[in-house]
């Protein structure tokens, strides 16, 4: 059983210095439309381009999980993604002027903080999940890290970590349900070792750290050297050593909070799989490099899954519109008209809907001696689907003509014979602009995936 998408009521900005670079960077949240998922945007780059959370665009994950589209960058998004997920938000549109998101205290509560304050809101459309229904696992041998996911009717995480050292141990956590995350994860700051801490003080990576956003353990002798080295670096007369092992200024929340912050990017970096989860996941030995391999794993087995999902629809049923509504509205007829019902219509989806006979003209000449319908022809069909789509959104349809600007990603599954019955489902990808329409679009016949294909249009008026 579904429930319903959720956004935020108004936009809301926090300031804050980012790890790596040491600028000063603002973020801001902002509401964005059902459907539209998780979404960076560069607002320090020309175009402002925009960059999905999704796992298809990990690129590095030294770090932090690093995002890269057509060579623009958002670096460790781990955290802002985690306040996201366990405030229960869908769809979400992130400024941020510059590479990286503030590291504020090395956690997700100031992101969470500021989110609650823009308040939360429900939004018409239902969610969509993916269910469990067998163990899916990933290891990386290098590392020896695991990661599985086991079937559960909710969402839920435990982390199991050692670190091999006297002074961090082995630590256990576990965050039952996403509605703990606030009160439970969300506080649990990131953390380093000494001789992290002195890698990256060395080779200038590590200019927004101090002592207020990173636990340092200390896992080395603390020489005159280092000593100086980090008092430099964190603006400090002394840096000393806590009786617990950590560098001082810092009082632990949890006694495992190492392990706490591990299940934050854990449910950070996950949550580029794009969809709701229903699972179980147990991680051994957490890292963004098998958090995320695990992500583009399930993001696959997800896209896979959507992709093979036929839609079922009672064909016996009136359709919204028949073959003359649609050439009310579409300039195309016989014999290049390659759609005879629409069955579903939204301001951002389309579902129509062919009959396959003996009788079409291309028949003739297209293997008569075995008839398969041509693939350019099932394309076109998908593009006269979006052609009602994108005309539905003027209110004179009949002064515009739709053109086609390009293809990608075109696949060719199964055959297409007379006597099918073709299904086809066209979703807009982002919101129509300048008249330009960029959809997904699917074909389906006899319960399979036939064809799919990203596609692009325009609509531009008639000459008088």
């Given at each position: ?318 359709p919204l519109m028949d073959i003359h509504e649609i050439m009310n509205i579409l300039p195309h007829r016989p014999p ?129």
């Amino acid at each position: 059983m579904s429930d319903k998408q959720r956004t935020i009521k108004k936009e809301v900005s926090l300031n804050g210095v980012g790890l790596h670079t040491g600028k000063l960077v603002e973020l801001t949240f902002k509401p964005a439309e059902a459907n539209t998922g998780i979404r960076f945007v560069r607002t320090d780059l020309e175009g402002k381009p925009e960059i999905e959370a999704l796992a298809t665009f990990v690129k590095k994950t030294q770090r932090g999980t690093n995002l890269e589209k057509n060579g623009v960058s958002i670096n460790t998004s781990e955290h802002v993604l985690a306040a996201i997920v366990g405030l229960d938000i869908d769809n979400i549109i992130i400024e941020v002027n510059s590479p990286e998101p503030p590291i504020m205290d090395g956690s997700s509560k100031f992101f969470v903080e500021s989110l609650e304050k823009a308040g939360i809101i429900e939004q018409d459309s239902d969610r969509e999940y993916f269910e469990v229904k067998e163990v899916i696992s990933h290891r990386d041998e290098e590392s020896g890290s695991e990661i599985m996911i086991m079937p559960s009717d909710h969402y839920e995480v435990t982390v199991m970590v050692d670190f091999g050292t006297k002074i961090l141990g082995t630590q256990n956590a576990t965050l039952k349900k996403i509605s703990d995350f606030k009160k439970e994860i969300a506080n649990a700051r990131t953390f380093s070792f000494l001789h992290e801490i002195e890698m990256l003080l060395d080779n200038d990576l590590i200019k927004g750290g101090d002592l207020n956003n990173a636990i340092v353990y200390v896992d080395k002798p603390l020489s005159d050297k280092t000593m100086e080295k980090l008092s430099k670096a964190f603006k400090k007369k002394k840096v000393t050593i806590k009786p617990n092992g950590i560098l001082d200024n810092l009082t632990l929340h949890w006694p495992n909070e190492a392990a706490r912050h591990k299940l934050l990017d854990v449910i950070g970096d996950i949550a580029l799989v794009g969809t709701r989860l229903k699972g179980k996941v147990i991680v051994n030995k957490p890292g963004h490099k098998i958090n995320t391999d695990f992500a583009k794993k399930l993001y696959k087995i997800i896209l896979l899954e959507k992709r093979n999902k036929v839609p079922k629809f009672d064909l016996n049923q009136r359709p919204l519109m028949d073959i003359h509504e649609i050439m009310n509205i579409l300039p195309h007829r016989p014999p290049f008209l390659l759609i005879d019902r629409i069955l579903e219509l939204s301001d951002k989806h389309v579902v129509g809907m062919k009959n396959v006979t003996m009788n079409e003209p291309h028949f003739v000449g297209h293997f008569p001696g075995a008839p398969v319908m041509p693939g350019v022809l099932q394309i076109e069909a998908m593009a006269q689907c979006g052609g009602i789509l994108v005309l539905s959104s003027v209110p004179d349809p009949e002064n515009y003509l739709t053109y086609f600007m390009k293809m990608n990603n075109v696949k060719f599954k199964q055959k297409v014979l007379p006597g099918d019955t073709l299904i086809f489902k066209a979703e807009l990808m982002s919101p129509i602009r300048r008249g330009i329409c960029h959809m997904q679009a699917y074909g389906y016949a006899n319960g399979k995936l036939v064809v799919e294909a990203e596609l692009m249009a325009q609509i531009v008026k008639k000459d008088k």
